[in-house]
């Protein structure tokens, strides 16, 4: 592949990439807070609404998304584009029965769409180049969760949180235009049944491995985009404005690990891992003590490092494992399913969780489930290894 097709294609992958997630991650940071605060909804239905976008994610990239042909697979991925951007400005007309619907409709989309970039950007040169658009792709949505809340912050100093979607909805608008752009080709997949590849990759070492890796950080990070702006205006009466300026400096230090990734692929993922868990257990150990708002901040800069780290591993682990380009796909539509699956149900369970026992002690709490989770990856790990060394 010549390196001007390469180029092109990495432009490509870059601005779908930033486009969806800043819009996306607007939404999903704002809904709880209009919830919330125009809506008057309990804590629990805070959670459940904002669950509803990633129930849909999954069921759209699991039952769906996994099941596509080549061809079916480019014009629902043009489809999903068109709808996403159709519903993102209707926020702005948003009420208390609507946000359900509208958040759905998002999420059904984005389950699509987000898997689909993975895959096209897993299947772009030889493996080094394939980790390297994968670490682009990661870089990218990093960058756009750094800019994307900055926007955020400057706009809600002058305007509404409903009117903050107008101005957003011109990072939804370019999601279709640049999907035009994003053809796949067929894969060599030979002639296995789908039903037996999609049995076989579910139980592999190597799908738990990326799985219960990127769960170990995955699960802290739904507390933190659901609750880290309610945490920082009921604990220290933060502002909306400044509220959303803490993800910016909570994505900083999540971009620049993801730009290390980019431009030097790790060859020992374990180490990246046993680095994310360590810093993971800090800062979130930090967050639960914090006694002011800087405090609260630092916290946050130190757990954007494993949230850097923990994506871009993940799908390493899943590129290199899976050579077939028809597996890779749908180990790829499985495990962005299963993980915005769990990111539906996270926000209901911390939701529960907030009310039980509140705030800090929820953060607390999910540095042992990171641990478990750790534990689990380790022994799936393990299985890989055994595996390479009998083959």
């Known amino acids: 592949m010549k390196k001007r097709e390469v180029t092109i294609l990495a432009i490509i992958i870059f601005s779908i990439t930033f486009a969806i ?34 129930i849909f994610s999954f069921l759209s990239s699991i039952f769906i998304n996994s099941k596509l042909s080549v061809t079916s697979r480019n014009k629902m991925m043009k489809i999903s584009s068109i709808l996403y951007a159709i519903t993102f400005p209707l926020f702005y007309l948003v009420n208390p029965l609507l946000v359900w619907l509208f958040t759905a409709i998002a999420g059904f989309s984005m389950g699509i769409i987000f898997p689909n970039i993975i895959t096209f950007a897993g299947s772009i040169g030889d493996q080094r180049s394939k980790e390297r658009m994968i670490s682009l792709y990661t870089t990218s949505l990093s960058l756009s969760l750094i800019v994307g809340p ?44 789908k039903n037996l590849v999609t049995k076989n990759i579910l139980k592999s070492p190597a799908f738990l491995t990326s799985l219960f890796n990127n ?30 300026l803490l993800f910016t400096l909570y994505f900083l230090t999540s971009f620049i690990s993801r730009g290390l990734f980019t431009f030097r692929p790790a060859n020992n993922i374990l180490r990246i891992i046993f680095l994310n868990v360590g810093i993971t257990i800090i800062g ?22 494993p949230h850097g780290l923990t994506y871009p591993s993940s799908l390493i682990l899943l590129s290199r494992n899976f050579k077939d380009e028809g597996e890779r796909s749908i180990a790829n539509s499985y ?46 790990y393990k299985k890989i290894k055994i595996s390479i060394k009998e083959n």
Do not use: C, W
């Open 21 to 54: 997630r800043a819009s996306n991650n607007m939404l999903i940071t704002t809904v709880p807070l209009i919830a919330k605060y125009y809506f008057h909804f309990s804590v629990f239905l805070v959670g459940l609404v904002s669950s509803i976008t990633s």
């Open 284 to 305: 979130l150990f930090l967050a639960s003590i914090a006694y002011n708002i800087y405090m609260y901040i630092f916290s946050l800069l130190i757990l954007g490092i």
């Open 215 to 244: 769960m170990m950080y995955d699960i802290p990070f739904g507390m933190i985009e659901t609750f880290g702006g309610i945490y920082a205006i009921s604990l220290f009466h933060a502002s909306y404005s400044l509220s959303t």
């Open 335 to 380: 495990f962005s399913g299963i993980l915005i699956g769990l990111a539906g149900v996270i926000p209901i369970i911390m939701g529960y969780s907030v009310e039980e026992i509140g705030l800090r002690y929820s953060f607390s709490m999910l540095a042992i489930v990171s641990i478990i989770l750790f534990f689990l990856m380790l022994r799936e």
């Open 150 to 193: 900055g926007i955020e912050s400057l706009i809600l100093s002058r305007f509404s949180l409903t009117q903050a979607f107008l101005f957003f909805s011109a990072f939804s608008l370019l999601v279709p235009i640049v999907s035009f752009q994003i053809n796949f080709d067929n894969e060599r997949s030979g002639n296995k049944s």
